[in-house]
């Protein structure tokens, strides 16, 4: 029961994140950078910080907690999943929601599972368990190159007005470039969560809630992420003299912007508040716990197909493109049910 409840709030949370783009596409007269680095202050500052406050045991503090160790390298590896989300956003521009995130998430599922179990967990990946998770990486991958190929089929049947109408900036061959670096580079988040893992053993034995226990590292990868991506943004405020976004635009507006620009942030936050809390009811469950972020990324990329197919960023193309995406999809799924074969780890 326990890891059902784990698993549906890993759900939950992975809903929010592939539902955070519907909002920003409601963002009026604001370019890319204004509005990227808006939601941003709320994604990876205001509610990071708000949720970190749950994790701090009583009579302490988020600096006193952060001192039990790996916090440098959780912000480190925060900047360089900065990188990956700078990325990620450019890939929404130029493939759209389903395109984009699929090709960029299944990209970060991959990499991410296969890092933390080489460099930190240092798991024999030639037998037992290892040799599943190197299995089910090696079919996310196959999956992520199916949906690759029905990205080309989609540029190959759709007219140019067709491909504009869907996404406006749309661009294969710059997208499917900028989507692979960032899932490689959004990888970085699992290993800065990883390296934090001392601050959540001290929460824990400080009394807190395993529940929230993570959190606080949450916040130092998001702090990471943001320097990265508010010193870009805030560059290309003044390279394209667009910093005015923030105060020329109509009161009303500018409102809207923020609400929107708020509610993507606490949507996208949701993704991690989940796969936090949902991996405390997982601990029976050594294998599930190690692929809880190949199953959270592997469920984004699920839900942001259905949104594509809600917002029509597939309409116009052929039986055969819309047969490769869902076997494309399939496989990704696949990669998930292959633990189902591993054995707990014996205590």
């Keep these: ?23 920003i596409n409601k963002v009026k007269n604001w370019s890319w950078e204004s509005f990227w680095l808006a939601q941003g202050i709320f994604a990876w500052l205001v509610f990071p910080f708000l949720g970190s406050l749950l994790g701090i045991p009583k009579d302490s503090s988020l600096f006193e ?3 039990s160790g790996g916090a440098l390298l959780s912000i480190i590896f925060g900047m360089l999943w900065g990188i990956g989300g700078l990325t990620f956003g450019l890939s929404m ?24 179990a080489i460099l930190i967990d240092k798991q024999d990946l030639l ?14 991958i196959a999956g992520i190159a199916i949906i690759g190929y029905a990205g080309a089929l989609k540029s190959r049947n759709m007219s140019e007005e067709e491909k504009k109408k869907a996404v406006k900036d749309f661009a294969l061959k710059k997208g499917l470039i900028i989507a692979l670096l960032a899932g490689v580079m959004s990888a970085c988040f699992n290993l800065g969560l990883k390296f934090g893992e001392p601050i959540k053993s001290a929460a824990i034995a400080a009394g807190v809630e395993p529940l929230y226990a993570g959190l606080p590292i949450i916040f130092l990868v998001t702090l990471g992420g943001f320097l990265v991506n508010a010193a870009y943004c805030i560059q290309q405020n003044i390279k394209n003299k667009t910093g005015k976004d923030y105060f020329t635009v109509p009161g009303n507006i500018k409102l809207n912007n923020l609400l929107f620009c708020a509610l993507a942030g606490f949507l996208w936050y949701l993704q991690f508040f989940g796969l936090e809390t949902g991996k405390s009811f997982l601990t029976d469950s050594p294998v599930l716990l190690a692929f809880s972020w190949s199953i959270l990324m592997s469920l984004n990329v699920l839900f942001s197909n259905v949104w594509g197919i809600i917002l029509k960023e597939w309409k116009g193309v052929g039986k055969t493109t819309v047969f490769v995406l869902v076997a494309g999809l399939l496989v990704l799924i696949l990669s998930i049910v292959v633990i189902a074969m591993a054995k707990p780890q014996e205590g």
């Design 1 to 23: 029961m326990n890891t059902l409840i784990g698993l549906l709030i890993i759900a939950v949370g992975s809903f929010g994140q592939s539902s955070s783009y519907v909002p």
């Design 65 to 67: 907690l952060w001192a």
């Design 93 to 116: 521009r130029y493939l759209g929601i389903a395109l984009g995130q699929s090709l960029a998430l299944g990209t970060c599922s991959a990499f991410g599972t296969l890092a933390v």
């Design 127 to 140: 037998s037992g368990n290892g040799l599943l998770l190197l299995t089910g990486v090696g079919i996310a």
